[in-house]
């Protein structure tokens, strides 16, 4: 039986109507710690030693209580539309738990403003205020701060987390009383997880669908303490809890109690809080890992992780997809993510099974010999309202909207098979050999399903660090100009090679001047309304226009930079190279005899001529010379021709 324990401290006195033998202990040692307090005592708030996983998903006999994921309150509003997994994991019952809706007008706007009043303190790590704050509402929304020591994570964990009431009992279906779980939420707000000490400060991972996504909280778990993340946040009401009923039948858009669909919630406010404290452009990102799970029957056509960047971005940048390096979470994996199991050693899984990236045009895994294509495909790549997606890819005053093109991804929307389609019979599903059987669940019935995602976690973590942590100093690779086409009296066309290759690339920058080019000679980029295509390192050509007099006055070069600020200089500046030359003269030797002379530059090498038979007809290649004059003696009966000079470099 799961039910609540005393911890070592806690402050905050429960509503007096769902008091316990349990709580009245609390109660008492609530009123020793207020003496504490006023004597210079201990902290106010509840500290506890632990584990992390434990509280989550199993024991954790310090803490206040344990297993937190069986007290997620339960419900269904459409039986079978939703796939809670098999029968034995966690069955639904109505009625465990209560979600609190916030009101819509000045009340619930109030009550959102108080809530972001907490989580401005959390993110700045002011736990004192933190508690205040809680304290000030402890009856109405049972919600305290506790301080959890985890010696086997190494970290003292921050834990915003709502009260049990204990007049809740999930008998989980049966007559058995070992399975039940005493103790659900009132308001069911969600729990929020502090890291003051992270290794990644800007890195949150969160999961707004904890019941029928029922993986996604164990690897969820998994990555935020594998990656050293800063923040994890957990949904606490199923997304059928409650739900727009005036207007039936059931389905998931008409959800209440999920903070994906519905942003009035403390949920959606922590994440705008944290990501309005620490976003500040493509350089200092809040990077948002959003785990779900899916049933497999349903998606077949997907890889067991099928992972976007959202469904309005179908080009994902790092740590999704590396076009330069091949530094992402496709290309980290091995050849076989899964190449046996503990359970059977038979189970593979290669590559372009494993996983799927929501990507136009679609991505490769790269190998010595050759590429394998990955799927991809936009189901299940978010749901177009999802609050925390919209909010993160959005303008906000002072922050411009995420540049799907250029920016690294700062959202990262997952989804887990829940029964992979390597294992044994996909289409009959043996669960009992999946998940270990028994409710409530914890962190071991989901064991061999961690393993066969232990390489999915590591290579997303190794990503996220290359893209987002990882110092980068080294500015995209340099290029070399080899043709410059006058095109009229004001554009050229510029071509170069190789492509500038880099990760984090920002922008080619085409420099132009009237004396051979340096850094400082004046230069366009992406940012000019034509020039859109120089985001992308893989362009190695672009018209530059309104060069004024004349382009034959100007010297072109080409340079490139990364989003971090590394520039790489411009290279060996060029002069118009070819192209239809403007100052031709021509004259008449006689009566057979054609004479075209014009000014020659450095760097010419080769001039061709084109001839026209009238002005509407297409030029045709006539000679090549190697000097600026010319003698032409016509040899047919044309009657009237037409000539062009071109300048032509033969690299």
């Not at 004597?39 to 500290?47: F, H, K, L, N, Q």
């Not at 739900?243 to 999920?258: A, C, F, R």
């Not at 519905?262 to 404290?277: A, L, M």
Request: hydrophobic letters at 40%.
């Amino acid at each position: 039986m799961t039910f609540a324990r005393a911890g070592r401290i806690l402050s905050h006195a429960r509503d007096e109507t769902a008091l316990n033998t349990d709580e009245a202990l609390i109660f008492f040692f609530g009123i020793i710690l207020t003496l504490l307090i006023v004597t210079g005592g201990r902290a106010e708030w509840a500290v506890e030693d632990g584990t992390l996983r434990g509280f989550l998903l199993g024991d954790c006999p310090a803490c206040a209580y344990d297993n937190w994921t069986a007290h997620v309150t339960e419900g269904v509003a459409l039986p079978g539309y939703n796939d809670y997994g098999p029968d034995f994991l966690d069955p639904q019952t109505n009625g465990f738990g209560h979600f609190s809706l916030v009101p819509s007008g000045s009340t619930g706007d109030s009550l959102l403003a108080e809530w972001e009043e907490v989580f401005a303190a959390a993110v700045g790590w002011n736990w004192p205020v933190v508690d205040s704050l809680l304290g000030r509402r402890a009856n109405e929304w049972f919600y305290e701060l506790a301080e959890l020591h985890d010696e086997s994570a190494g970290r003292t964990f921050f834990l915003i987390r709502e009260r049990l009431d204990g007049s809740f009992v999930d008998e989980n279906v049966d007559t058995t009383t070992a399975d039940d779980v005493v103790g659900g939420f009132r308001n069911s707000w969600g729990l929020y997880v502090f890291n003051p000490a992270a290794v990644r400060p800007n890195l949150m991972v969160q999961v707004v669908h904890p019941q029928d996504d029922f993986l996604a909280i164990p690897v969820a778990l998994e990555l935020f303490l594998r990656a050293d993340a800063r923040l994890l946040m957990l949904a606490s009401a199923g997304r059928e809890v409650c739900w727009d009923s005036l207007h039936p039948p059931y389905n998931n858009n008409k959800s209440l109690s999920d903070p994906s669909r519905n942003g009035r919630h403390p949920f959606q406010k922590c994440h705008q809080v944290h990501f309005d404290s620490l976003d500040h452009g493509p350089t200092e990102q809040l990077v948002t890992v959003q785990m779900h799970s899916y049933d497999h029957a349903a998606h077949g056509a997907l890889g067991d992780a099928q992972v976007s960047a959202f469904c309005d971005d179908d080009k994902p940048n790092p740590p999704l997809r590396d076009l330069a390096d091949h530094r992402d979470v496709v290309n980290l994996l091995p050849y076989y993510p899964v190449d046996g199991l503990s359970a059977d050693s038979s189970l593979r899984q290669r590559v372009d099974h494993y996983i799927s990236l929501f990507s136009s045009p679609h991505y490769a895994y790269y190998t010595d010999s050759g590429s394998i294509p990955i799927t991809s495909s936009n189901d299940l790549s978010g749901e177009p309202q999802n609050k925390q997606a919209l909010y993160s890819h959005q303008a906000h005053p002072g922050h411009p909207a995420h540049d799907i093109y250029v920016d690294p991804e700062n959202f990262i929307h997952v989804e887990l098979d829940e029964y992979p389609d390597g294992l044994w019979t996909p289409q009959t599903p043996q669960w009992d050999l999946w998940l270990l059987s028994g409710a409530p669940a914890t962190l071991e019935t989901y064991a061999l399903a961690l393993e066969y995602y232990r390489p999915f976690i590591a290579a997303l973590d190794s990503a996220i660090w290359y893209s987002h942590f990882s110092p980068d100093t080294i500015p995209p690779a340099a290029v070399s100009l080899y043709q410059v086409t006058r095109l009229n009296a004001t554009e050229v066309y510029l071509r170069w090679a190789p492509p500038a290759a880099d990760p984090a690339f920002d922008t080619y920058m085409l420099f132009f001047d009237t004396q051979p080019v340096t850094p400082a000679s004046p230069y366009r980029t992406r940012s000019t309304s034509y020039l859109v295509t120089l985001r992308d390192f893989r362009t190695t050509a672009s018209i530059l226009k309104d060069l004024l007099p004349s382009p034959d006055q100007y010297y072109f070069a080409v340079g490139s930079r990364d989003i971090w600020g590394n520039v790489q200089p411009p290279c060996s500046s060029w002069q118009v190279t070819d192209g239809p030359l403007s100052d031709v003269t021509a004259c008449m030797l006689g009566s057979d005899t054609l004479e075209m002379n014009w000014s020659r530059q450095a760097g010419d090498s080769t001039y061709f001529i084109y001839r026209q038979t009238s002005p509407d007809s297409t030029p045709v290649f006539f000679l090549r010379c190697d000097t600026n004059q010319v003698y032409v003696v016509p040899t047919d009966s044309v009657p009237r021709a037409l000539f062009q000079v071109h300048r032509v470099l033969k690299p």
